[in-house]
């Protein structure tokens, strides 16, 4: 219940001879007690009080006024509500629109709870009113009384809230029951230390408690009042020191001896800016920025806050950029001269480049390069940088949580920072660089926003001629940035985001095309890196082939490079001991120097058993190859899936046993026995509907007993009736086939479009089969003879 209250004397309203009742309705009150001696109003909120309140108005109208405990606690709860409370008589009651009731009480007495009488329809209690005694001799009443009397004074003298009605009442009481009352009600105490107050029945206790809770409100009161001296000597230290810097700037012009630097390079950035121009937007903020700082007190915080801003924004490159000639010879020198093949790539970013020449001003999609690790996306946006003659800035988004990464923080505290573009602009001060989002796909939405989001309108062309960087807070062109974007995989990439992008694929290397780079490129990169003359070793094709077939077998060159970088530290260790060694690289050095090879076979890539079948697979890190295999177990009919299958190859799975049962000729197998279906290196999650066709063969050469016929990789989906779906990541496929020297290749059909934008060096040895139904597969893996089907 709400109160004000203002004290009076109760002997006004009440006359002695009024009997106090032995029962009354409880009134809850949440924040603090109500002493007696007090008229004060209370608001009731609606609820089950308002009645219990015109119940009792019929009567005497006296209720009694009970603290609760815990505030967020039922009100009803006898465990909630303290037993002492105060007896108050209602003069007035005014009923509120909102069903609630204002009412005016006058407090009389302190009770005494001896049990609850009823809960429902209300809350009364059988009370008691204890009588209050002295506890001490009146010589120490008298005294303690004296005591209140000269702290309440001096809280009085400096409190400046201490209103003069509060030290006229004050002067007119003089019982030591009453006063102590009085006093505690006017401190700022827990709810808890004014109950034990209410409690006090004996004026010795009540004094005495009032004196210590009066004793530490003046101590706060002295620390608040020195604190604030403090405070206000400081300002007025501060005030004077702006005026004397004031004064001794104008003497200093008045003389001639001296200009502020500062004042000068900001008003030459207002002048700057009216001559670029730019909107009057932009002048009219950095104006008024200007004005500020010259008004603010330079060992101020606000001061380094608005020279921050303005340093930033008299760092970015407002002019329009030097109109830069793209030179397509130069552009197709330098792709070829930094990337082997990746010829449609190549072709596809020299098509990007002729358009952007013809017309300068065409809004085109962002490229975004999609490939596993270590294929070049990074060194390829690069060469496009150096090819366009233009400044390169790598931002790496990945794993960014927070918005203001990209936006900037609002400029509403010390320590705020603009967004990572700003941030480049300022760094490469041209309007135009070439700006790479490096491993888009690793953003990821945090509790700071959703930095994806905030890509929309940096990528936009339609948007980014204006962007607003949170602290910037100015409009700035990032249209003529040409933005690129790299990812391992586009799945994770919000659809929204991707429609704003032209994806350009980036696949593994085949064994040969790895040969060639490693000649032209890393042969000499990682001699001189380790400090080698590289024309003084040498190392024959079928060695290299070995170096990456039995120690590099991923789809880039990351690995390949570490590893020959570990076996040139071996021979630099020898040089340095001077030791011997060959200068020609053979195998067996291989093995000395890098221990044994890790990839030893190639017997998990043939089908050697029933229930075996190579397929194809297509993972964020290139192509792979998986041998699914299958054994007969005990049990009846059911398939038993392992090897860290996702949802969507389990689904495969049992589309494939449901498509063998259906269409082997005696299928009582089934009856007698179950089937486990295994992908090996089960540590690596697994997922995609491509390996369905792979899993069907080897459920069909388990049934049947056959082996099926050396040499063939396949891929595809499969469908109940046998159909043949397309995939994706087919040339990834291929690359990882031939790898690991799988010359004959199933695929679906429907991707023959895909096949033959493939490049043929690509396809080079490698016999295709596409095929649109099961039936094809069986054809060409099992002999007709041993599997013709109804």
Known sequence: ?????????????????????????????????????????????????????????????????????????????????????????????????????????????????????????FLTANVEYPIEEPGTSKNNIKALMRTLLVLTKELAQNNPLFTEDMKLTMMNVNEPGKMSDFVCSILNLEKEEYQSVIESITLNDRLEKVLLFLRKEIELVILQRKIQDQINDKIDNQQRQFFLREQLKAIQQELGIGEDKTEIKYDALVERLKQIPVSE???????????????????????????????????????????????????????????????????????????????????????????????????????IAEALGRKFYRFSVGGVRDEAEIKGHRRTYIGAMPGKLINAMKITKEKDPVILLDEIDKMSQGFQGDPQAALLEVLDPEQNGNFRDHYLDLPFDLSQVFFLATANTFEPIPRVLLDRMEVIQLSGYITEEKVQIFQKYLWKKIFEKNGLNPSSFSMHKDTIVYLINSYSRESGLRGLEKTFDKLVRKLALKQVLKEKYSKEIRIKDLENYLGPPPFVDDRMTIPKVPGTALGLAWTSAGGSTLLIEAVFVSGKGGILLTGQMGKM??????????????HVKDDSVFDKKSIHLHVPDGATPKDGPSAGITMATALLSLVLDKTVLPGFGMTGEITLTGEVLPIGGLREKIVAAKRVGVKKIIFPKDNEKAFKEIPDYVKKGVQFFPVSHFDEVVDLILPKKKNKKK
């Open 1 to 121: 219940m709400d109160q004000n209250e203002s004290w009076e004397n109760p002997t006004k309203l009440i006359r002695i001879e009024d009997a106090l009742p032995k029962q009354i309705f409880l009134i809850p009150i949440k924040v603090r007690p109500v002493f007696p001696g007090i008229i004060t109003p209370l608001i009731v909120p609606p609820g089950r009080f308002i009645p219990a309140i015109e119940e009792t108005s019929k009567g005497a109208g006296f209720v009694g006024l009970i603290l609760l405990k815990k505030d967020e606690s039922d009100e009803d709860s006898e465990d909630n509500i303290y037993q002492v409370g105060v007896v108050a008589r209602i003069l007035k009651k005014i009923n509120l629109p909102d069903g609630g009731m204002n009412i005016l009480v006058n407090t009389i007495q302190r009770f005494q709870i001896k049990n609850i009488s009823t809960k429902t329809p």
């Open 281 to 383: 937007e932009i002048i009219r903020e950095v104006e008024r920025e200007v004005d500020k700082i010259k008004n603010s007190d330079p060992i101020g915080s606000d001061y380094n806050v608005i020279r921050n801003y303005l340093d930033l924004v008299d760092a970015l490159p407002w002019e329009e950029p030097n109109k830069k000639e793209i030179n397509l010879v130069h552009a197709k020198k330098v792709l070829n001269r930094d990337h082997h093949k990746l010829e449609d790539v190549k072709e596809r970013i020299l098509e990007f480049l002729a358009v952007h020449k013809l017309n300068p001003k065409s809004r085109g999609s962002i490229l975004c390069l999609v490939g596993p690790p270590g294929v070049g996306k990074t060194s390829i946006a690069k060469s």
């Open 649 to 662: 190859m389990e689904e495969s799975a049992n589309i494939a046993l449901s498509y063998v049962k259906n």
